[in-house]
């Protein structure tokens, strides 16, 4: 079946300092991948959108990269800052048609000042 | 701008008591429109979802249904809630189904 692993054990960094993230899948062959910021009690915030055929992306200082071989993508925040703690969802989408969108279950990330 | 709103916030009803879950989009036309609900430490599951009036799809059998009786609405409905429809409940739109979706403030449900 198909399956989104993200850390479920919570990622603390000192401020400062790049976080990065990680999202692994299995038995999924997704065109699409968003990373999402979640704060608690709050909905998704959509951050980044990456193609299968896209290697990066960046966004100010958010850097997602997408590596179909390894079934693997890396959400890095530089220069990360207390404000930037919260859950990152990462979320698989097929080709489109489905409009459907699987995510996984989130890392939470705490930035320590 | 779009919005989007979701309503009530947080709900506290009894087993086998009926429940609706409102959303609206303000601000475009024909949006793609989700219900996915959140259990504590899990992902989002995908409930449901329409591309246009009356057309819905249901990703999870269960307990639930949609409804989308105008393309801006978008309701969850049960005749009989069980307590593990217990949950975060979140609606979200997209204009395309492959961008980013926006995702309403979500609605806390406890069932008792």
């Known amino acids: 079946s198909q399956k989104i692993e993200q850390n479920s054990e919570a990622l603390n960094i000192q401020e400062g300092k790049t976080a990065t993230l990680t999202c692994n899948y299995t038995?999924?062959?997704?065109?699409?991948l968003q990373w999402y910021r979640q704060d608690p009690g709050r909905g998704p915030v959509f951050l980044l959108l990456?193609?299968?055929?896209?290697k990066e992306k960046r966004k100010e200082r958010l850097k997602v990269t997408f590596d179909t071989t390894l079934k693997q993508s890396l959400f890095h925040i530089t220069a990360s800052q207390p404000a930037d703690s919260a859950t990152y969802l990462c979320?698989?989408?097929?080709?489109?048609?489905?409009?459907?969108?699987?995510f996984g279950t989130g890392t939470r990330l705490k930035v320590l000042a | 701008s779009q919005t989007i709103h979701q309503w009530p916030a947080t709900l506290v009803q009894p087993v086998g008591s009926p429940l609706s879950l409102e959303c609206t989009v303000e601000?475009?036309?024909?949006?793609?429109l989700y219900w996915y609900r959140q259990a504590a430490g899990r992902g989002l599951q995908l409930l449901f979802y329409?591309?246009?009036?009356?057309?819905i799809s249901s990703e999870v059998p269960q307990n639930l249904s949609a409804s989308r009786p105008q393309d801006r609405q978008f309701i969850l409905s049960s005749k009989k809630l069980l307590l593990s429809d217990s949950g975060f409940y979140l609606c979200?739109?997209?204009?395309?189904?492959?961008?980013?979706?926006?995702f309403g403030s979500g609605t806390r449900l406890t069932v008792v």
């Open positions: 329409s591309v246009g009036i009356g057309q």
């Open positions: 979200a739109w997209s204009t395309d189904g492959i961008g980013g979706y926006t």
């Open positions: 979320a698989l989408g097929e080709g489109s048609g489905t409009y459907k969108y699987i």
């Open positions: 990456i193609r299968e055929n896209e």
């Open positions: 601000g475009t036309s024909n949006p793609n």
């Open positions: 038995n999924y062959s997704p065109a699409y």
